[in-house]
């Protein structure tokens, strides 16, 4: 078992089935190393320190020994360890067919920008079940990563959502029709979703964490939670206050007003999905948080064992948004969050149904953008 740097003694023994996880956040940033000897007073083990987010995530044995650090003046309060969920509602068949480019890259019109911007060495984390680094479409692009649930291991995806996501990043395979919008961005793993597609509200934050320590630039979110989380929106601030631009799914529930965390946090941008003709999808998430749509119905992608599959939901139409982002950011690599939403909603292309949302076309986006910087792309 590894301790943390600077942790004061040995690690007590926990019985796992008995375990409670909660995040501490530290006020004012303070140094850990007093948090942590309390925790260990008070029969907890520390799990991870955070520095960049100021915060602890420990294990407790007992309630009580949790509630003795409460008034503790280096701790500014703490939250439970909720889960979270990847969003894919819909899955079609593998495909082992050879296709053209995906419709959606193609509707996005990202192909007519590539002659100028293929986002290459834009840094780009897909936080979610990894990806499976070998597959023909995204192996040239992948860069590494990290395992937050173990990191003595690879992020290899045993999911298959990771995997495509990243190949409608930064696909390129043509004769498996697995092409991204951004199809030379450098693709990091940040694995922090089991095989079943689910993670703790810990993992999250300790990938945050890392995207900030490792210098990402473009955060691939295609995951939601309904419940607000005061640590996730403090870690979205952290990040957001370093530059990264943060893309996120807002959810398949089909509603109005309920838009997931952390796509309705201001500093992310949310994203819902439309299908072939343009409307909005059926299973697609509006409101406030929303900041505009782009392709997530029947997106084939990449997927395990060098295949590709069929998948729908808001998660499918993040990665279009990724990819464009970082199409910008090659051309303009200073580009912070609120410019890059600027240069992506701006556009004029009215979703059918979506009550006033802008359509991704990353095509009209480069072109404003190039406008600005006294160059001309037609």
């Keep these: 078992m590894i301790k943390p740097d600077g942790f004061p003694g040995p690690l007590p023994f926990f019985n796992r089935r008995s375990r409670v996880r909660r995040i501490f956040h530290l006020r004012n940033y303070r140094n850990p190393h007093q948090c942590l000897r309390e925790m260990n007073r008070c029969g907890g083990r520390p799990i991870r320190v955070l520095p960049h987010l100021?915060?602890?995530?420990?294990?407790?044995?007992?309630?009580?020994?949790?509630?003795?650090l409460e008034g503790h003046p280096?701790?500014?309060?703490?939250?439970?360890?909720?889960?979270?969920?990847?969003?894919?509602?819909?899955?079609?068949e593998v495909s082992d067919r050879s296709a053209s480019l995906p419709w959606g890259v193609r509707q996005v019109e990202a192909p007519k920008i590539w002659r100028y911007t293929r986002g290459r060495g834009v840094k780009?984390?897909?936080?979610?079940?990894?990806?499976?680094?070998?597959?023909?479409?995204?192996?040239?692009?992948?860069?590494?990563g990290v395992n937050i649930l173990s990191p003595m291991f690879s992020p290899y995806d045993y999911n298959g959502h990771g995997t495509h996501v990243a190949g409608t990043v930064a696909g390129r395979e043509e004769e498996l029709g697995v092409v991204g919008v951004a199809p030379r961005v450098h693709l990091y793993a940040v694995k922090a979703f089991n095989r079943r597609g689910s993670a703790n509200l810990s993992d999250l934050l300790s990938a945050i964490n890392w995207c900030i320590e490792n210098k990402m630039q473009v955060i691939n979110m295609s995951f939601g939670m309904v419940?607000?989380?005061?640590?996730?929106?403090?870690?979205?601030?952290?990040?957001?206050?370093?530059?990264?631009?943060?893309?996120?799914?807002?959810?398949?529930?089909?509603?109005?007003?309920?838009?997931?965390?952390?796509?309705?946090?201001?500093?992310?941008?949310?994203?819902?999905?439309?299908?072939?003709?343009?409307?909005l999808a059926s299973f697609s998430n509006t409101g406030e948080g929303v900041d505009l749509a782009a392709p997530g119905d029947k997106i084939?992608?990449?997927?395990?064992?060098?295949?590709?599959?069929?998948?729908?939901?808001?998660?499918?139409?993040?990665?279009?948004?990724?990819?464009?982002?970082?199409?910008?950011?090659?051309?303009?690599?200073?580009?912070?969050?609120?410019?890059?939403?600027?240069?992506?909603?701006?556009?004029?292309?009215?979703v059918i149904g979506g009550s006033g949302l802008t359509s991704l076309n990353a095509y009209r986006s480069v072109q404003m953008l190039a406008r600005y910087l006294g160059r001309l792309i037609p």
Excluded at 127 to 139: F, L, M, N, Q, Y
Excluded at 326 to 334: E, H, I, R, Y
């Design 300 to 350: 084939i992608s990449a997927w395990l064992n060098g295949s590709s599959k069929e998948m729908s939901g808001t998660s499918m139409a993040v990665p279009h948004v990724t990819g464009a982002a970082a199409l910008l950011m090659f051309l303009k690599p200073d580009l912070n969050p609120n410019q890059i939403r600027h240069l992506l909603t701006r556009v004029n292309t009215p």
């Design 227 to 279: 419940k607000v989380s005061d640590t996730l929106r403090r870690a979205i601030h952290t990040a957001y206050q370093k530059g990264i631009v943060m893309v996120a799914a807002s959810g398949n529930q089909g509603t109005s007003g309920n838009v997931d965390f952390p796509a309705r946090f201001f500093e992310t941008m949310g994203v819902t999905a439309t299908n072939r003709n343009g409307k």
């Design 124 to 144: 780009v984390a897909v936080v979610d079940t990894g990806i499976a680094s070998d597959h023909p479409a995204v192996r040239k692009n992948y860069k590494g």
């Design 74 to 92: 280096d701790i500014a309060y703490w939250e439970p360890d909720l889960r979270v969920t990847i969003t894919d509602p819909y899955v079609g």
């Design 54 to 68: 100021g915060m602890v995530i420990g294990e407790f044995y007992r309630e009580d020994g949790l509630f003795s």
